[in-house]
């Protein structure tokens, strides 16, 4: 198989084009086509000599998702099932808020880390996503959106993006690139459900993106149950790599609290919130749970949302309750579970 253009960042594909023999310029001349005007066909790449299109042709995958299924919530959140080349499919939402659109990526195909409140945990692991298909979702994404713009992108799709760190890497940078997608850092989101070891790599890489951590619990015992990965990462371990995430970049980190009616919304709830987040310059994100089918658990009503709200609003000022987006087409956080049966796809609604 072709390597994929996405995949490698400007500096590479210039050493290799000028290797072949083609002037360097060819090389601005081909990522202008696929960055600046949205073109991946070399047939429509009208200025580029033919020789030149040929070894591109024969040197780089061009090839985006597929899409096998759009689903359009009352609230305008798009939900897109995607094909991948070996027919694995993942998930990604688009957002809409007035003229921002928020895009919502997949990181792997299914989730190792088993959070026991999530519908991606049932799938397991299937396996990490390349960078160019991580890349591909915000590519198709903009061609989605036409004129309107993408403005802001969060790793809270399918997957856990620490557990997938090279990939995530190379990913970002190529984002960040000018010649790329061109986005600003303070617009991409990493979350996490707290890889401690990653997020010390990812402190100390030098990139700069923000990081958003799923709490979720912060009593001794709840979040173990709730979140196994708090097993191998204890929430002390956890604090100190935010400390030090802290240390070294500039953004805030957003905590994200999924509510869950009678398990994790007590006053001795608040109590720990405060105790491990108190001290973190962050913001704490609420999220009420969103069902998911044969979980054991329950929804807040509007009224636990407020109050739980209220109190945690005593503690810090810094806190945002996240509105669901998407939940009638399983789209919403957590919803997202890429299910596939090649036969039974319905047909593209759009
Ligand atoms: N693995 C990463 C990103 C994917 S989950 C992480 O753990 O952060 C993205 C967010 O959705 C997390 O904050 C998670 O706690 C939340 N989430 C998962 N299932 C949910 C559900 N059923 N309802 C509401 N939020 C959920």
Known sequence: MKPHFFDYTPDQVVKEITAA????????????????RGITQLADMSNLPQPFRTWVQAHYSLELPRI?????????????????????????????A??????????QVGCARNCQFCATASLGLKRNLHPHEILGQIYLARQQLGDKRLTNLVFMGMGEPLDNYDNLIISIRN??????FAFSPRRITVSTCGVVPKIYDLAASGLKVKLAVSLNAAVPGKREKLMPVTLSYPLEELKKALLEFRRQTSYRITFEYVMIKNFNMGNDDLK???RFAGDISCKINLIPWNEVPHLPYTSPNADDIETFRKKLER????????????????????????????????????
């Open 98 to 107: 007035g003229d921002k659109h928020t895009l919502c990526i997949s990181s």
């Open 272 to 274: 720990a919130i405060r």
């Open 315 to 350: 503690l810090s000022a810094a806190i945002t309750l996240r509105k669901s987006r998407g939940s009638d087409i399983e789209a919403a956080c957590g919803q997202l579970a890429g299910k596939y049966q090649q036969n039974k796809i319905p047909s593209l609604e759009e």
């Open 175 to 180: 984002l960040q690139h000018e010649a790329m």
């Open 21 to 36: 023999g083609f002037k360097s310029y060819r090389s601005k001349q081909l990522y202008q086509w696929v960055f600046s």
């Open 68 to 96: 096998l299924h759009i689903s359009t919530s009352i609230d305008g959140t798009r939900k897109y099932l995607l094909g991948l080349q070996d027919n694995s499919a993942i998930e990604m939402v688009i957002i809409p």
